[in-house]
């Protein structure tokens, strides 16, 4: 099983159905170990992605109910992408969570987009009434 | 696939809750019940034992905010040990280790709890 | 995350990569745990589902280096299908191993049709020079 | 990522390989490997204790045929423990169970193959 010498691309198409997103993490488990990525980091962009995922299943109220992810090893860099076709959102309108205030508040959610801007090197959003794509990437170093 | 599933016992005052499986909503929801109907029986110091739940998310853990938040409310405490690193990871992004306890062994847990 | 009532629709774009086969048993998993499928019978379409990616993987020497792999829910049926861009094959000429040849022969391997058709429901192949597409099916009764 | 890996011990004139991770051409590989620096040592009975190994493909299992064909030039013998039930199937697909044995326990395999 010899790996040619192309750009790998790995492209998921998942509906929403439960624990769908522990198939997006299996699949950055195996791209993450080929580039010879740490288990620390891999673990971090898993984490990443079940948070972004869950977004777009839950958030997104899209009509298509399926999310795209897309994998791309840029050198020393992984890059992915989640897609949703759903309503979109204003990034800038959503608050920084905090602890103090969340043991106050009877919404202790609202802390996905915050785990997945701490555990990845880079996180853009891009968003639209026809969707949300994230685009996040971690390097090997 | 793993299901959520959790064991419980008791040492002294504390109450040690093992689960197993991923920590999402429901699994989150599932270790709440116990807690609560722990609590109902006077239980105030809690252990998660996380060894076999390496994977969580949000929604799971911010299920552990609302407990943290009904033991303070009886001078209770919670606790937890066997994290893998992404999940101790997580607790310090969320801010859950300002309020209650990672422990790097059960025995550790156990003495830092009574 | 409330599932809509659309058909889903799974579809993995994978490259040669050590272990890649993985994700798409993981995939396969969440998907035949959704449709309320046994472990024995979401254990043998992973069984299966290995064998078709690796021999798309291994013997299709495809330029584009990527295997699809689509999954529909058809009621109570899960049809999936292996597809690579690869130089085919002519199922005919494949003979049916067995363990008394292969045990004097310096040939140990052959064995991935076989236990493919033995796993499965229905199993079809369709090869030209331009690919292979295995498209395997399991009730759920 | 569980990467494979085995654990060796003997009991008595057994000679028994705990294998763990995926059984592909590379877990194979180091199986036989293992085998066959046993057999070289003059070892001839064998048991895997397949319990961490639940992800099989054929090209591992292939190896174990290999593996069957030398222990039977040397009147040896292979034997399996702890199988998960898709890799019991596999090996019943591929004829192994004709020329090695599927045991149901440690104890059982133990007292089957001397
Ligand atoms: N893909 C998305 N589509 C639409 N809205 C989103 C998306 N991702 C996030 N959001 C919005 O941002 C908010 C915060 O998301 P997040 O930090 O992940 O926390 P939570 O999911 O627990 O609410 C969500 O409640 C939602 O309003
Ligand atoms: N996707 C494919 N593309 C081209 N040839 C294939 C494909 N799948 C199977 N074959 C051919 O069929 C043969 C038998 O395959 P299989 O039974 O899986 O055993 P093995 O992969 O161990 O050779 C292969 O050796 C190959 O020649």
Redesign the pocket.
Known sequence: MSAKKITPKVELTIPIIPDMELAATKTSEVVAKHMGLSEEKSAEISMALI??T???F????SKSANVEIHFVIQGDTLEIKVT?H????D?SQ?AI?NIEEKLESDHK????????QELMDTVEFA?TED??T?TMTKKKI | MSDFNTETRTEGDIVIIKTSGYLNNVGGEQVSEVCYKEMDAGKKLFLLDLEDSKVVN??GV?ILIEIIEKLQDVDGRLGYYNLAPIVEKTFNIMGLTKYSTVFQSEEEALEGMS
């Open positions: 948070e972004a869950i977004n777009a839950e958030h997104s109220e949703d759903g309503k979109g959102f990034k959503v969570p959610r609202g802390w996905g987009l915050q785990l997945i968003s969707g949300t994230v | 949000s929604i911010s």
